[in-house]
């Protein structure tokens, strides 16, 4: 009995042990934590003038502070918003390239909030009717391990329209005297309202994605399209690109059939400024989720940014105060209503996919705004410069048919904008088009091209046709194997410098005499200087035998260093291994 | 109770049918229920905790009342799904300005610039400055 207690409390004793081993804690595996990632996109309009008033929007980075701002604006009183029509089309053409169902009337609301980017203490916004929902957009997304393409889909719960606040300058530990008497308040921070009032569509997606690469594909490739149809630049970097990511993990219940998802708790990643902090951003925060579940600690409520030096999220504010924005109607918007043959006024759907029902009254109206050109809104007219846009997909398709190229590489094409260089030299070229020349074309833009779309900051300004010329004449030096392969890399580099702008290939390779060497008797007399200079090396290649293969190598590379990289490789490999068996 | 009758409001609300406990008019005259839902006292002592408030005798009774309200709603039949409405009358739809129409005639963007700073309690190289806020 003793005996069999003591082992009990042995037993008892390892087991609670265990329990407090890293290895009992994490028992829960990958397969018992689903991960829920959303997305909120806010993407700036391209367009002359503010959504809601005429103030310029172009040029953000080069105009002084607090110069494109009108009154309305600043917020002064009395003044009042009046509706950019091309904001409208661009939110419209967003709308069907991601194939959403467009409300042929939707609402503006405020949502107040007090913030000093936000003069009128309200954002106008679309909340409760927004003007297209429920769509489904197709991304492609590429293996990392495998580098396959697949194509996956995601939801789009809806795209609403609303304005920009300003931009915040924090000054932190600086104080400075506005006048001898006067000092500003630490911690001050600095307006410009040249932002306040942009247009920006908020593309909201569900929450379908499972893992950080597919948020970075999503958002790559949303930003193409919307490059594709001109109605979003989709520069991170300015802010005219914003994504917001919504990371949550949550427990399966095993027990029921089929499992269920038990609730998990939502982090907001903000401020996000570079496709790869959202890749880094989510696969940390989706980390550090699954590591607190594990201890079984709580995961706060909050808003989160990346932190690119430390590579880590950290935390901004707490979000467990839930902020009421106190939505109301926009009493200075009228509904904006969309004509089009093929929408009708009624089967309008609010969030939550409820329908909305007009009044029999306001339906008879309907037919005179239809016929004010003020007040009307075309959705046939935006389907028509809809359909003259080309999608990246059709761009991907059309390379894939037409060069047969395979998917990956189309990929890459479209995303880099190869295939309208690809297209040109194509198009330019008097001869016929051979398989050999095509493919050489595509392996010069895959290769060194796109490493100088990487390295050169200077590329964009060269002209586009020069840019092809030069390629052109890049491809002809070696297809016609003028130019040795141990310097093409550098040679395209060199040809793409700023100061080579108005040279094409063969005239660089003149000017620095690059062109290849296949003077046999040139190559020779450079090996017999070599040899003469290294008799150890000779010595060793008469006598040890395993030495061989090292030294031939040692010669290869020492006479092209001598002939500075542009003797034929072929010949110098022959040259040098007849030179050196002769020796034996 | 009286069922809902008259045509106008067919018209708008599709197969709706009531409960005997909803009259068919508004009314301050609460007409009590078979079944009268009470909060029973480890609830009521719960719902302190959570609201950090007293509940006295009058507020409980207020908090019957309300529930006892909401509850006829449930006995509504609204298995056919109730449709929101919006009811627009003489108003309009909204006025599309063109992206390149100026609204004023804007002398030149300094000239803009100075009237907009110059309300600003403190300015510093034409940024507006603004006290440190909660954020939002």
């Known amino acids: 009995m003793h005996l069999t207690l003591r082992l009990n409390k042995s037993l008892s004793q390892i087991l609670k042990n265990k329990l407090k081993s890293p290895e009992v804690l994490s028992n829960l595996n990958n397969d018992e934590l689903k991960v829920k990632i959303g997305l909120e996109i806010h993407a700036r309009i391209l367009s002359k003038t503010k959504i809601f008033c005429d103030a310029n929007c172009f040029d953000l980075v080069n105009t002084p502070v607090n110069s494109n701002v009108s009154f309305f604006d600043a917020a002064l009183p009395g003044t009042m918003p009046s509706l950019n029509r091309r904001c409208v089309d661009a939110s419209l053409l967003t709308a069907l390239a991601l194939n959403c169902q467009i409300n042929s009337m939707s609402f503006f609301e405020r949502k107040h909030y007090f913030y000093a980017d936000l003069p009128a203490g309200y954002q106008i916004t679309q909340q409760k009717c927004p003007i297209a929902l429920n769509g489904l957009f197709k991304y492609p997304v590429i293996n990392p391990k495998t580098h396959k393409l697949t194509y996956k889909e995601c939801k789009i719960m809806r795209i609403q329209l609303e304005h920009d606040s300003a931009r915040t300058l924090q000054i932190d530990n600086l104080e400075f005297k506005l006048n001898d008497s006067q000092k500003l308040p630490r911690n001050s921070v600095l307006i410009d309202l040249n932002r306040a009032g942009m247009g920006l569509m908020e593309i909201v997606t569900g929450p379908d994605f499972e893992e950080a690469f597919d948020c970075y594909s999503f958002a790559r490739e949303l930003a193409l399209v919307l490059r594709s149809i001109g109605t979003c630049d989709a520069q991170m970097g300015e802010g005219g690109f914003r994504v917001d990511v919504n990371v949550s993990v949550h427990q399966m219940d095993k027990s029921t059939n089929p499992p269920t998802v038990l609730p998990g708790v939502r982090v907001e990643l903000k401020n996000l400024s570079s496709f790869n902090a959202i890749l880094k951003g989510t696969e940390y925060e989706i980390r550090r989720q699954k590591e607190l579940i594990r201890k079984k600690e709580p995961i706060r409520l909050e808003t989160r940014t990346y932190d690119t030096t430390n590579g880590k999220t950290v935390s901004l504010r707490s979000k467990e105060d839930q902020y009421d924005y106190r939505f109301m109607p926009e009493p200075n918007l009228l509904p904006l209503i969309i004509h089009s043959k093929n929408l009708k006024p009624h089967g309008l759907k609010c969030q939550n996919n409820k329908e909305l029902i007009l009044s029999e009254e306001y339906l008879d109206n309907l037919e005179f705004y239809k016929n004010h050109a003020d007040f009307c809104c075309d959705l046939d007219k935006v389907k028509e410069e809809f359909q003259n846009k080309v999608l990246p997909s059709q761009r991907r398709n059309y390379l894939v048919s037409k060069y047969s190229m395979t998917n990956e590489n189309a990929f890459v094409f479209v995303a880099n904008n190869l295939d309208h260089i690809l297209n040109e030299l194509v198009s330019t070229r008097n001869k016929e088009l051979s398989h050999d020349v095509l493919r050489l074309y595509i392996r010069v833009l895959l290769t060194e091209y796109l490493n100088q779309v990487n390295e050169n900051n200077d590329l964009d300004k060269i002209d586009f046709k020069v840019k092809c010329n030069k390629i052109e004449s890049y491809v002809e030096l070696i297809r016609n194997k003028l130019i040795s392969r141990r310097i093409s890399l550098t040679f395209f580099k060199k040809l793409f410098e700023l100061k080579n702008i108005d040279k094409m290939a063969h005239e660089l390779a003149q000017e620095e005499n690059l062109f290849i060497i296949r003077d046999e008797n040139l190559i020779k007399k450079t090996l017999e200087k070599l040899s003469e200079q290294n008799p150890k090396a000779i010595n060793e290649y008469k006598n040890k035998e395993k030495k061989r293969t090292k030294i031939f190598d040692f010669f290869v590379g020492r006479v092209h260093k001598e002939l500075r990289d542009v003797a034929d490789p072929e010949l110098v490999d022959h040259i040098v291994q007849t030179y050196l068996k002769s020796l034996l | ?136």
């Not at chain 2, 005639?105 to 000239?111: R, S, V």
């Open chain 2, 1 to 136: 109770m009286a069922r809902a009758k008259s045509i106008h409001l067919i018209s708008y609300i599709n197969f709706r049918q009531y409960s005997k406990f909803i009259p068919e008019a508004p009314t301050w005259d609460l007409i009590a229920p078979k079944r009268i839902k009470k909060i029973s006292n480890i609830e009521l002592k719960k719902l302190e905790k959570c609201s950090m408030l007293t509940i006295d005798e009058k507020i409980a009774n207020d908090l019957n009342d309300a529930i006892n309200i909401v509850e006829r709603m449930c006995n509504a039949n609204v298995t056919n799904e109730i449709k929101s409405h919006i009811y627009y009358e003489h108003l309009g739809s909204c006025e599309l300005r063109e992206d390149n129409q100026k609204l004023f005639p804007y002398e030149n963007a300094d000239k803009t610039r100075e009237k907009i700073l110059q309300n600003a309690a403190y300015t510093y190289e034409d940024y507006f400055v603004a006290p440190p806020s909660k954020s939002k």
